[in-house]
């Protein structure tokens, strides 16, 4: 029987549960947020830009940060994006170090992408629940049984689970990927999300075999209680992250990747949206939209404690004071991948940035979670 996952904020360290591959339920652990109290904020941002333009360093800040880095990080001439458009700045940006303020894979991405730069992490710890559940040899083996698929990953895995794919794809261009590989008559061994791997499958059509993952995040989003919610407020619209369940993703007006999102809400219009993903990109909406209501989806049932739980464990990992402790050089903070599996797994990246080019002009990467 599948076990509900459980996401609590305490003093000790968090024990996160998810859905492991085999359906079995894993436990995780994740560190707890540092607490930081607004009036030692400016004092700590302070040193962290200083340090940031000592080191010659860049922050990139994924959206499900908490806003203190993302602020820091696009007024320090930095970037606020998704995983593969971080690791994109990265490389543009002149600096030779990237401080990656997100989760291990994206830390892991940079540095398949800039092998030649230096990448720090604030935590090295912070997981992804996709990430934990795609163990690289189960995983390699589920492919070698299956030689008749093409292997299409998403970006939430390891750098040897990116190695052993044909393709990486981030959420706004799997539709086109896999749409296009189907159109090719090909068959496709999908992970590791079942979620957008099967809104994937009904959109496009395509033959999928599916690994099973989920990311502890979106999982937890309820279609009952999400009508619920559009009853009380009758005018908002619902914006989905794909990784999401089929019942929520019914109930959108739009679905989309983090960026897409963000997106969507500019091109709707609306006065109030209710919002199916990590309810951290709702910091960016706000500075993008003022005056616009953002409500994070409903994430539990009647009863529950804790009515919205959308906010990513690992991602809270990340701040101010961790930050600048990697920037001070503390140990144990460098992102290092092997450089065979780095060279291996950068192929299907630029399998996926080449199709980009040559068919969807204005992508920009945008879409992990
Ligand atoms: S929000 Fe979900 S998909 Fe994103 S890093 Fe956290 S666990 Fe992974």
Not at 71 to 99: K, N
Not at 195 to 223: I, P
Request: glycine share 8%; hydrophobic share 40%.
């Amino acid at each position: 029987m599948r076990m509900a996952k459980s996401i609590m904020v305490t003093a000790t360290p968090l024990k996160i549960r998810f859905e492991r591959f085999n359906g079995d339920i894993g436990i995780a652990p994740a560190k707890p947020p540092v607490f930081v109290a607004p009036e030692d904020k400016p004092a700590l941002v302070e040193r962290a830009r200083k340090l940031l333009k000592e080191r010659d360093a860049v922050l990139v800040a994924h959206y499900y940060v908490h806003p203190d880095l993302q602020d820091l990080a696009q007024s320090s001439g930095g970037t606020v994006s998704d995983s593969l458009e971080m690791a994109r700045f990265g490389h543009e940006h002149p600096g030779s170090t990237i401080v990656v303020a997100g989760v291990r894979f994206m830390g892991e991405t940079a540095k398949i992408l800039n092998p030649e730069k230096r990448v720090l992490m604030p935590d090295l710890e912070a997981e992804c629940s996709l990430d934990l559940a795609t163990p690289a040899g189960p995983f390699a083996e589920f492919c070698d049984a299956h030689p008749d698929r093409v292997v299409v990953v998403y970006a939430n895995t390891s750098a040897a689970v990116k190695a052993r794919s044909d393709w990486m794809v981030t959420s706004s261009i799997a539709e086109k990927i896999v749409g296009h590989l189907h159109g090719q008559g090909k068959k496709i061994l999908w992970a590791p999300d079942k979620h957008l791997g099967d809104y994937v499958r009904r959109v496009t059509g395509a033959d999928m075999l599916m690994w099973n993952a989920s990311c502890v995040v979106h999982d937890e989003f309820k279609a009952q209680e999400l009508e619920a919610m559009k009853l009380a407020h009758p005018d908002a619209k619902v914006l989905v992250h794909p990784e999401s369940p089929a019942g929520v993703i019914a109930l959108a007006d739009a679905v989309g990747s983090t960026t897409g999102i963000i997106q969507a809400a500019e091109r709707l219009g609306a006065k109030e949206y209710i919002v199916a993903t990590d309810g951290g990109i709702i910091h960016q909406m706000r500075k993008r939209m003022p005056g616009v209501n953002f409500i994070e989806a409903p994430t539990a049932g009647k009863g529950a404690t804790c009515q919205s739980c959308a906010h990513c464990p690992w991602m809270a990992m990340n701040g101010l004071r961790n930050l600048i402790e990697t920037l001070e050089g503390a140990p144990g903070h460098e992102v290092l991948v092997d450089p065979e599996i780095g060279r291996r797994a950068r192929i299907p990246i630029e399998r996926m940035l080449d199709f980009a080019k040559r068919n969807m002009p204005t992508f920009r990467g945008s879409g992990d979670a």
